[in-house]
């Protein structure tokens, strides 16, 4: 690649802070600059990103600082010698749920800035109202409760929009806005995402909403391909149907789409080139899967404070306890996704239990865990007679399953599908070392259950690949034990492309809208020019027989264990 080769620009706009990626056309890095909300914004008051008001439960975010974190990151950029003229493409990912409320004069001051001035500077007055929901944001409970009612059950809405009713999502959202903002929300001309929201500032005119973020809304019909008329009839509110559908605009279907060029006030004030190109921006987990060419079948699992799991399928199975997306590139794939409050901090429990019985090592905080994880046989069955071993583990309230925090150890014959709750045999808290992993794996491998493939004839469906990402993808431990629950015919790899993951999603999808070749896939472009090498390393084995078919039994006896404790809360809350 000559120094005078394409650039692609991709942007992460989350929480606290604005990042932007420079790549080339064979996706290395040439530059990054961020714009940390907290430490670089002047005059919103924020802390960590937003603003809160306790007493209903809202979190929210300035417009405005957002406008000046796209000024400010441009400017780094500037002084680190960036030649604008060169980039050829744009895209972006940001915060999912978030939305934006633009004027009626939005348009109009879109289409005429002016060089000398900044973006905060022009456009306050192209926003009906001042600020965002985050994805924090837990105001909406009201409104939760009817979208999870208006198609008769959460089930229902999940399998219509891909998720059950979220504090977070739009749709509730947008139902409260007309409520508690009337008058805002009659003087509003668009309703954009927050990802939607950067693409109209480069184009100069509101952009589309992208054909994945578009399902972080519980509005989109994702197996009809439009907007739900019944729960736009309800976000709507007071006001009518087809006022919102205006606001919202319509979804293309091409994730990679040309939008238009850059406008005008950038190739002024910045010296892009008039050709540079915006393509949909996208929500950051769709983002994420982007960063790497993630093909069918392959799973990323996220081993943070919390736990994600991310998956492409081309299976569309959703439940209230999941995620389902469309794929943000390509057509027939979705994505599917988990999210679950305990992870490392679980795991950080039991290993501070284990240290205060042997001592800890001061050398390596996770070296006595990673022993009694080693040295403990699957599902602590030391002989095949033994029962199997299992528990859950939340030092705080969980997702999936709904339940509060809490500790409950159970006993499981797989041969007659017996369930005890007792910590009879169990030896604690070395043999909780082993459980808290496979409990953690065995959640998502019940849950991915029929979203996988076959690799081949006589093998079991499972994932091609397990992808390791955050903290605990460091654990060799942690690795082998997840290769033997998922199985991952082709093993287990460690990803690491540090905080970068977004931003790079956005940039590769730039990469891949202005230089695929008709009908070539996201992946298979991406695939082609990614270097594997750089970014992963395989640190465990992935699919073995025997003790891969032990864990399928275990599944059905720990599918049995969330059953038994979710009746136990509820009939302990009166709601059996």
Request: aromatic share 10%; glycine share 10%; proline share 5%.
């Amino acid at each position: 690649m000559g120094s005078q080769g394409p650039l692609y620009l991709g942007f992460d706009l989350s929480t606290q802070q604005l990042k932007g990626i420079v790549v080339t056309s064979d996706l290395k890095v040439a530059h990054i600059a961020k714009f940390d909300f907290d430490a670089d914004s002047r005059g919103f008051g924020i802390k960590k990103g937003v603003l809160t008001n306790e007493a209903e439960r809202e979190v929210f975010a300035p417009v405005a600082l957002w406008l000046q974190a796209l000024d400010g990151v441009l400017n780094k950029l500037k002084e680190q010698g960036l030649d604008f003229s060169r980039v050829k493409g744009i895209s972006g990912a940001g915060q999912q749920h978030g939305s934006v409320y633009w004027s009626n004069d939005a348009e109009k001051l879109l289409k005429s800035l002016q060089k000398e001035k900044t973006l905060e500077e022009q456009l306050e007055g192209a926003f009906s109202h001042p600020y965002s929901p985050n994805w924090q944001d837990a105001s909406t409970q009201k409104e939760c409760d009817e979208f999870d009612a208006a198609l008769g059950s959460q089930e229902e809405l999940a399998n219509v929009t891909g998720s059950k009713a979220h504090h977070r999502f739009t749709g509730p959202q947008i139902l409260r806005f007309t409520r508690k903002h009337s008058d805002a929300y009659k003087n509003t001309s668009r309703i954009s995402l927050v990802s939607s929201f950067l693409a109209s500032l480069f184009l100069g005119h509101i952009a589309p909403f992208d054909i994945s973020d578009v399902c972080g809304m519980n509005l989109w019909n994702i197996k009809n391909g439009a907007y739900d008329d019944r729960l736009l009839k309800l976000a709507s509110g007071q006001f009518s149907v087809e006022d919102l559908k205006k606001k919202l605009g319509e979804v293309p279907e091409d994730g990679g789409l040309d939008l238009g060029k850059i406008d005008r006030y950038f190739v002024e004030r910045y010296s892009f080139s008039p050709d540079c190109t915006i393509i949909p921006a996208t929500g950051d987990n769709p983002a994420t899967i982007l960063a790497l060419p993630l093909r069918s079948s392959d799973a990323m699992v996220s081993l943070g404070t919390s736990t994600t799991f991310l998956m492409s399928t081309p299976h569309y199975k959703p439940d209230p306890a999941t995620h389902f997306f469309n794929h943000p590139t390509t057509p027939g794939l979705y994505m599917f996704m988990l999210c679950y409050k305990n992870g490392g901090l679980a795991r950080e429990h039991v290993r501070d239990a284990i240290d205060a019985k042997v001592g800890k090592d001061s050398s390596n905080p996770w070296a006595n865990f990673d022993k009694a994880v080693l040295q403990t046989p699957a599902l602590c069955q030391k002989t095949a007679s033994d029962k199997m071993k299992m528990g859950l583990f939340f030092p705080r309230p969980e997702i999936v399953p709904n339940l509060p925090a809490g500790q409950w150890h159970f006993n499981y014959d797989a041969k007659d599908q017996s369930l005890q709750e007792t910590t009879e045999g169990w030896d604690k808290p070395l043999d909780e070392a082993r459980a808290i992993v496979e409990s953690q794996l065995l959640s998502l491998r019940l849950r991915s259950k029929g979203l996988t493939q076959s690799p081949g004839e006589g093998i079991p469906a499972q994932p091609r690949r397990v992808y390791l990402v955050g903290g605990g993808s460091k654990n060799k431990a942690i690795a082998k034990v997840a290769g033997e629950v998922l199985g991952g015919i082709e093993g287990v790899y460690k990803l690491d492309v540090g905080d970068n993951a977004c931003a790079l999603g956005a940039a590769y999808k730039a990469v891949w809208g202005l230089e695929r070749k008709p009908g070539q896939t996201f992946e298979d472009l991406v695939g082609q020019r990614w270097r594997e090498e750089e970014f992963i390393e395989k640190i465990a084995d992935g699919y073995q027989k025997e003790v891969f078919e032990k864990y399928g039994q275990a599944v059905e006896g720990f599918e049995k264990v969330e059953k038994q404790v979710l009746a136990e809360e509820a009939a302990k809350h009166g709601k059996a």
